[in-house]
Structure formats: structure tokens, C-alpha cells
């Protein structure tokens, strides 16, 4: 399976996304369509439905999308669970601390 190239602009409003759905979750916000949240994050409803659908199909049409699970996927792009390399650089005496956090 290939990589499907996705633009910068996307990849920008994911923490937008993110952040706009967290705080829907804890409103009690179950569902919502890609018209109401275009409309309250001020983008349009086929960017919202064009972004998500680079990712894969999170919603059904006519029913809209689920908050906690867009949420949670979103999230798994933004905080990926495996375990990134890192170089630490020019860090001086604040190189030791933060090496020994990360490495935990």
C-alpha cells in the first residue's frame, strides 16, 4: 500500500480539528455533521469532508460524523504511539534532564 500524499494545509488544521472536537466531547456533542462543524470553526463544509477524507471515511453521509472517534483517530495522526528518534543539540545543562525524561 502506497502513500497518498497529503498537503501542508491539512496537516495544519488537524490540531485545529483536534481541539474543536475535544471540546465538543466535553460538551456532550456525540455527533456532528461536516456543515455544523465547518460552520463553527468558520471553513466550509466540503474542505471539512475533503480533509477528513485524506485520512479515510470517518463519517456516513446523512448521519455525519462521531466526535469521540474522529477525535481519537485525529489524535493518532498528531500523537503517534511509537517511539520517534531525536537528536538533542546546542542543549547544554538542560540537555541532561530532558534526555532523562524522554528516555523513560
Known amino acids: 500500500m502506497g502513500f497518498k500524499r497529503v498537503s501542508e ?12 472536537l475535544t471540546m465538543l466531547e466535553t460538551q456532550g456533542v456525540e455527533r456532528i455533521s461536516s456543515e455544523r462543524l465547518a460552520r463553527q470553526m468558520n471553513l466550509n463544509a466540503s474542505q471539512v469532508r475533503q480533509d477528513f477524507n485524506c485520512f479515510g471515511g470517518f463519517g456516513q453521509q446523512g448521519v455525519g460524523y462521531s466526535t469521540e472517534v474522529l477525535q481519537q483517530e485525529i ?17 547544554g545543562n538542560m540537555g541532561i534532564p530532558i534526555a532523562n525524561f524522554v528516555s523513560k
Open 9 to 20: 494545509a491539512v496537516i495544519r488544521r488537524l490540531p485545529r480539528y483536534y481541539r474543536h
Open 75 to 91: 489524535g493518532k495522526l498528531i500523537f503517534p504511539e511509537s517511539n520517534l528518534r531525536a537528536v538533542l543539540v546546542g542543549t
